[in-house]
């Protein structure tokens, strides 16, 4: 079993730049892939962004690419969404994921562990 934590969400102006993190117990963290997800009111669940294990790896949705970067520190347990350039509609709560299969799934249902979500609100 896995537990993942987010931090590091608040309110921001547009333009402006926040870094989520995600702590995950358990020792084979490190074989994970991890993925952000986010959901803003009345939509659904969509993509933000995906890592593989080893961090060689990493995938954005459209939307995100080239404002927000994943990362990963193994020895900390620890994945990473730093956001920059961010707009309005961005806004939404942001959920880390593990899919302990390494796979690097795209879609929700690929992944197998899910944080408790932590809020991003952008301001125009």
């Known amino acids: 079993q896995v537990q993942l934590v987010e931090s590091g969400g608040g309110l921001v102006q547009a333009g402006g730049s926040l870094r989520l993190s995600c702590a995950a117990s358990?020792?084979?963290?490190?074989?994970?892939?991890m993925g952000w997800f986010r959901q803003a009111p009345g939509k659904e669940r969509e993509f933000v962004s995906a890592?593989?294990?080893?961090?060689?790896?990493?995938y954005y949705a459209d939307s995100v690419k080239g404002r927000f970067t994943i990362s990963r520190d193994n020895a900390k347990n620890t994945v990473y969404l730093q956001m920059n350039s961010l707009k309005p509609e961005d806004t939404a709560v942001y959920y880390c994921?593990?899919?302990?299969?390494?796979?690097?799934?795209?879609?929700?249902?690929?992944?197998?562990?899910w944080g408790q979500g932590t809020q991003v609100t952008v301001s125009s």
């Open positions: 358990g020792r084979t963290f490190s074989n994970y892939a």
């Open positions: 994921a593990a899919d302990r299969l390494g796979r690097v799934p795209t879609s929700h249902q690929g992944y197998d562990y």
């Open positions: 890592i593989s294990w080893s961090g060689g790896n990493t």
